[in-house]
């Protein structure tokens, strides 16, 4: 079963995010996707950042019904901060029957040898790589273990989606629906500061 894993906070999860993955199990080898939603980065701001089941729940919803997706929290029990080749060797051991594929964009493999036993996860893991603006993959894009898929580029990010909801603005057709309803009974991300009058 090849399952390709799509790492990311998901803060929210956004509709740019289930058409790329919906493009990668329907149009690439892949039979499965996992979003593997990524604790709390210890170095970044936590300000904006939901707490980790909240965005589980979130995924969860937005994927409802549709079998080949699945979201993974399997990082929210590992030491902090979390490495991608710390979660994928674990994920191998407890799930030998699968053959997990990284997922990432051009612009991240242009910073893949900045990771963690960058060379490790290169030799040992199948990568499909999407186009984002402004990169095309670096030199890493030629090994034989990556593989380029020419997705949609969608420019929604889930920065716009927090601000435009901290604005007052309704982005509803940004997500999924069940994503956005939960989303909006909980409140989030409406705190914003008072305006200078």
Same mark, same amino acid.
């Given at each position: 079963?090849?399952?390709?894993?799509?790492?990311?906070?998901?803060?929210?999860?956004?509709?740019?995010?289930?058409?790329?993955?919906?493009?990668?199990?329907?149009?690439?080898?892949?039979?499965?996707?996992?979003?593997?939603?990524?604790?709390?980065?210890?170095?970044?701001?936590?300000?904006?950042?939901?707490?980790?089941?909240?965005?589980?729940?979130?995924?969860?919803?937005?994927?409802?019904?549709?079998?080949?997706?699945?979201?993974?929290?399997?990082?929210?029990?590992? !030491?902090?901060?979390?490495?991608?080749?710390?979660?994928?060797?674990?994920?191998?051991?407890?799930?030998?029957?699968?053959?997990?594929?990284?997922?990432?964009?051009?612009?991240?493999?242009?910073?893949?040898?900045?990771?963690?036993?960058?060379?490790?996860?290169?030799?040992?893991?199948?990568?499909?790589?999407?186009?984002?603006?402004?990169?095309?993959?670096?030199?890493?894009?030629?090994? !034989?273990?990556?593989?380029?898929?020419?997705?949609?580029?969608?420019?929604?990010?889930?920065?716009?989606?927090?601000?435009?909801?901290?604005?007052?603005?309704?982005?509803?057709?940004?997500?999924?629906?069940?994503?956005?309803?939960?989303?909006?009974?909980?409140?989030?991300?409406?705190?914003?500061?008072?305006?200078?009058?």
């Amino acid at each position: 079963m090849k399952t390709g894993l799509y790492f990311g906070s998901f803060n929210p999860i956004h509709n740019g995010h289930l058409m790329l993955a919906n493009y990668l199990v329907e149009y690439s080898e892949l039979d499965y996707l996992w979003f593997v939603i990524s604790p709390q980065n210890p170095f970044k701001q936590k300000e904006s950042l939901l707490p980790d089941y909240q965005r589980l729940e979130l995924v969860n919803r937005a994927i409802e019904g549709y079998k080949k997706f699945q979201a993974c929290d399997i990082e929210f029990s590992m !030491p902090k901060p979390s490495y991608t080749i710390d979660t994928l060797t674990y994920l191998k051991e407890k799930y030998p029957t699968r053959e997990f594929y990284l997922i990432m964009g051009t612009d991240n493999l242009e910073r893949l040898d900045r990771w963690k036993n960058s060379e490790q996860i290169v030799e040992n893991y199948h990568i499909i790589v999407f186009p984002r603006n402004g990169s095309d993959g670096g030199p890493m894009k030629n090994h !034989p273990n990556i593989t380029l898929v020419n997705t949609p580029i969608i420019e929604v990010s889930s920065t716009f989606i927090r601000e435009s909801i901290q604005n007052g603005n309704d982005v509803r057709f940004f997500m999924p629906e069940k994503a956005w309803e939960y989303l909006d009974e909980m409140n989030f991300y409406k705190k914003k500061k008072k305006k200078e009058e």
